[in-house]
């Protein structure tokens, strides 16, 4: 899927799962299948400087402290000490699920703690921090041979997309 980017010390940079592996052998696998996302991309963070030592889970709710779920716009989100909460839904869009992995990731690498997590969203008008976080997620995919398709996402995101005309989808800009 992606491709190695020279050759990284194991023991510098880790991925691991939540403490409790989900009992759903569906969610496990979803899980397994985002921490191997995670894993591909580390030599392309070490590559650009980063090295980011992330935590893994699902959580379909993405609630905050106060017990409130995030909206359904919301695909992912990080938190200090490295923690990463994704939605379930996303092992149902490889594309996606590589840009969010790599986006939160990139929060981790940039240590963007603090203050309100707004995790990967639909939405357009994206705040600097999470614009900052998918150029570095866009520099990684890059860097790693990532999907097309992921690629094309976070370049839209970034801006590279052409106004959609009605009726027709965002397009990129040549």
Known sequence: M????????AAALSITACSNMP?????????????????????AFAA??????????????????????????VLGDSAPGGRVRLRPALCANPPWAVVVVAHEMSHIALKHMGGVATGVSLEWEIPPKEKEADALALAVLKRAGGPRESIAILECRL??????????PRQLRA
């Open 48 to 73: 650009e400087g980063y090295q980011p030592t992330v935590h893994l889970m699902l959580d379909a709710a993405l609630a905050n402290g106060r017990g409130f779920a995030s909206p359904p716009g």
């Open 2 to 9: 992606l491709r190695s980017v020279g050759v990284v010390a």
């Open 159 to 168: 801006g590279g997309c052409v106004a959609p005309r009605p009726g027709k």
């Open 23 to 43: 009992s759903d052998p569906a969610q496990a696998a979803c899980l397994s299948r985002m921490e191997a996302i995670a894993q591909n991309l580390l030599p």
